[in-house]
């Protein structure tokens, strides 16, 4: 019986009664292709470390599936030149997952050559297969670096409600700014702060002024995009200075700015009896949070004689948005040096005005001015606009009855003038009530530019027939 069993198989084996896998493997005659390798070729900003992986697929003979499929033990890769352990996992559909043993470590900014072989179980052999990637720096693990603390460490001598703050930057990654955190004595606080190219400026000005000679303990911390925390804790000595602040002369109280004529700068003057000092200088707008502290060293300002000044570029777009606030606010200290110590008390606010950057800057008559409705008519004046062909001067009136504005002068004026003052009899047809009046400047593209209004009112006199009636 085992004879015949054996002879049987025999006569199917030699007369293709059975197919064998020997049989199948000999009609393979396609080797393996590569299907793709992470990284890929000429892929760049690749990890230093990384797992290579290859995925192979032993294609198909034409008409019918593989029968032979990808060899495990004929998988080789090459990195830079030198055989690295891999691991092969079959996936189906002819198809393996080959993936070095241990992940790989490169040297940053490297251009890495890898190489590929393999075998089917039929014996074919694909061309070798040769892909090239460019690795990126080494993993960020240092976390933001925190400093300019203000007040300094352990310092003394500082005002009672001074300004605490630090700088944060990291030399590798992005600062998350959701992840600032800012203590004062273990107490949450909010902070403002100011985005630079090379650093996050972050300040707190507490709501009320610390006790005299209080220790302030202060804690913040800040983390990178790679997770990596940084943490700094410091502490300061709160006490009054003796020396004054310094006085402040321009922008006056109340002034208006014109964007042409700054040329998008606050020119910021103020007067020390003392010379080669240091100032930190505060702009806020409105009364909101502040905008910018600027800290200024002996090189930084401008002298003549007991006069220092500072020009501040504020920029179109922030000039636009302070525009709509109803002032601009500035004060100034001395410091013993930028980043350091405050050494007076801050100057009081001074608030001034800035007018939208791209309108014809109104002068007289003021905002809010009351003029006799029979009287003469003020002059109307405004600051020349840059490449005006003409202006286009209009007077509205207030009606409540209806609730709007209803146009009773417009007249265009040469681009040489910049008042204008009504005739007699325009500003009487006028009458009383509540106006504004503005001036549009066209420009000589034909476009127009932005505006602003001015408001105004007309009383008629109080006419007494009687006036021993008069109570």
């Known amino acids: 019986m085992e004879r015949f069993v054996t002879y049987l198989f025999l006569i199917m084996f030699f007369t293709g009664g059975l197919i064998s896998p020997v049989s199948m493997m000999a009609d393979d005659k396609v080797p393996p292709t590569i299907d793709k390798t992470e990284p890929c070729d000429g892929m760049m900003e690749v990890p230093v470390i990384v797992t290579l992986q290859v995925w192979i697929f032993d294609p198909p003979v034409e008409g019918e599936k593989s029968v032979s499929g990808v060899n495990p033990d004929s ?17 189906g559909n002819n198809r393996v997952w080959v ?13 890495i ?33 925190i400093d300019h603390l203000t007040p300094p460490e352990n310092s003394v001598g500082n005002l009672c409600h001074p300004v605490i703050g630090f700088w944060t930057y990291d030399l590798e990654s992005e600062i998350d700014l959701s992840s600032i955190l800012f203590f004062i004595d273990g107490v949450q606080v909010g902070y403002t702060y100011s985005i630079m190219p090379d650093r996050i400026e972050i300040y707190h000005v507490p ?3 610390f006790p005299h000679s209080r220790w302030v303990q202060v ?3 800040a983390a990178d995009t790679e997770g990596n925390i940084g943490t700094q804790v410091w502490e300061f000595q709160t006490c009054d200075p003796t020396k004054d602040p310094p006085a402040l002369h321009h922008p006056s109280p109340g002034a208006l700015l014109n964007y042409q004529w700054e040329n998008g700068q606050l020119r910021f003057i103020w007067s020390t009896a003392e010379s080669n000092e240091s100032y930190r200088l505060r702009i806020r707008p409105d009364g909101r949070p502040v905008h910018a502290i600027i800290d200024l060293g002996p090189d930084n300002y401008w002298i003549s004689g007991k006069l220092k000044g500072f020009n501040y570029a504020l920029g179109f777009e922030y000039w636009n948005q302070f525009s709509e606030s109803a002032f601009v606010e500035w004060s100034i200290a001395v410091i013993d040096y930028p980043g350091g110590n405050l050494e007076t008390p801050f100057s009081e606010w001074s608030s001034f005005i800035l007018a939208p950057p791209d309108a014809v800057v109104l002068r007289t008559p003021s905002n809010f001015s009351t003029f006799n409705a029979y009287g003469e008519s003020p002059s109307f004046s405004w600051d020349r606009y840059s490449n005006a062909q003409s ?4 007077i509205a009136k207030f009606e409540p009855s209806a609730g709007l504005f209803i146009n009773m002068v417009t007249m265009y004026v040469e681009s040489e003038l910049n008042s204008i003052q009504l005739s007699s009899s325009q500003w009487r047809q006028l009458g009383s009530g509540s106006y504004i009046w ?8 034909g476009s127009y530019s932005d505006f602003m209004n001015y408001q105004f009112t007309k009383r008629a006199p109080v006419i007494i027939d009687d006036p021993l009636s008069f109570r």
Do not use: C
């Not at 190489?115 to 720096?137: C, L, Q, S, W």
């Open 75 to 91: 998988v080789h890769v090459w990195v830079q030149g030198e055989l690295i352990p891999v691991i092969v996992r079959d996936i």
């Open 99 to 111: 993936y070095s043993a241990n992940p790989q470590s490169f040297p940053p900014y490297t251009w």
């Open 113 to 145: 050559h890898a190489e590929v072989e393999a075998k089917d179980n039929a014996g074919n052999t694909m061309e070798p297969y040769h892909f090239d990637f460019f690795t990126t720096r080494q993993p960020d693990t240092n976390p933001p670096i």
């Open 207 to 209: 709501e009320s002024p």
């Open 219 to 221: 804690r913040v911390t």
């Open 391 to 394: 202006y286009l001067f209009g």
């Open 438 to 445: 503005a001036v549009i400047a066209i420009k000589e593209s």
